[in-house]
């Protein structure tokens, strides 16, 4: 069965905004959350090249230093989510679920069940088998890593979330192990299905599968125009 539906929710895309700047806002929305100020949201957003190191995460597994990276214009910070080290740029659908999962039973382990269970759906839309692998969390085409997951949950309200390789550039994930995972390969919707608007196709996939294995209505939500627009 689907989770309960909560009273109010939304989904809003911010386009390509700095990591930082964009975690700012997301703890922003965090907090509001946790006074009940706002309902259940999910943010879509793209961010430019940044290296995350989450609470689990080793130093070891980021393969360049601060300065390789800076030359190669990609920053790097130690974040509050689960999770080991991944990258995001540019092509790359990252989401940022805010929710509160005291009607869901604050069951974080099932939390992230369903968030994989979003991008399976999501992704056999235009018709890629992805899956599971037993011991990981992420999302999985064969032995390649499409969809990484790390998460934190504060009194039962949940924030950071997922990131989907789309349409972006697989080689900054050579800068790291990815997910602590030595050798492990990665993919992309693009690299699977060739070249194609996966960005908008995505972004609409992902929002209605979310609101189907969630059971959120989005009245807000606008499909994307051609391409992302810039943060207010």
């Known amino acids: 069965m689907p989770w309960a539906k909560p009273s109010t929710s939304e989904v809003v895309r911010w386009g390509l905004v700095p990591y930082g ?97 979003v991008l399976i759906r999501a992704l056999a839309d235009p018709g890629i088998e992805a899956g599971r692998r037993a011991g990981r969390i992420g999302v999985w085409v064969g032995e390649a890593k499409i969809a990484a997951i790390g998460v934190k949950a504060r009194r039962g309200v949940t924030m950071h979330g997922f990131a989907l390789n789309v349409d972006n550039d697989l080689e900054p994930f050579r800068w790291i192990v990815p997910c602590g995972l030595s050798g492990a390969a990665v993919t992309s919707v693009a690299r699977l299905l060739g070249p194609g608007p996966w960005m908008e196709r995505a972004v609409i996939a992902v929002t209605h599968r979310f609101r189907q294995v969630f059971s959120v209505l989005a009245s807000s939500f606008q499909p994307p125009a051609s391409s992302p627009s810039p943060p207010s």
Not at 26 to 50: C, K, N, S, W, Y
Not at 80 to 95: A, I, K
């Open 21 to 117: 700047e964009a975690w700012a806002r997301q703890r922003a929305l965090f907090e509001a959350r946790l006074a009940g100020a706002i309902g259940d949201t999910l943010v879509l957003v793209e961010h430019p090249p940044t290296v995350t190191v989450g609470r689990s995460g080793h130093d070891g597994h980021v393969l360049l230093g601060e300065d390789a990276l800076h030359a190669r214009g990609a920053s790097l910070l130690h974040v509050d989510r689960g999770g080991d080290v991944t990258v995001h740029v540019p092509g790359q659908l990252v989401g940022y679920p805010i929710l509160d999962l005291a009607p869901r039973g604050n069951d974080l382990h099932r939390y992230l069940r369903d968030l994989e269970e």
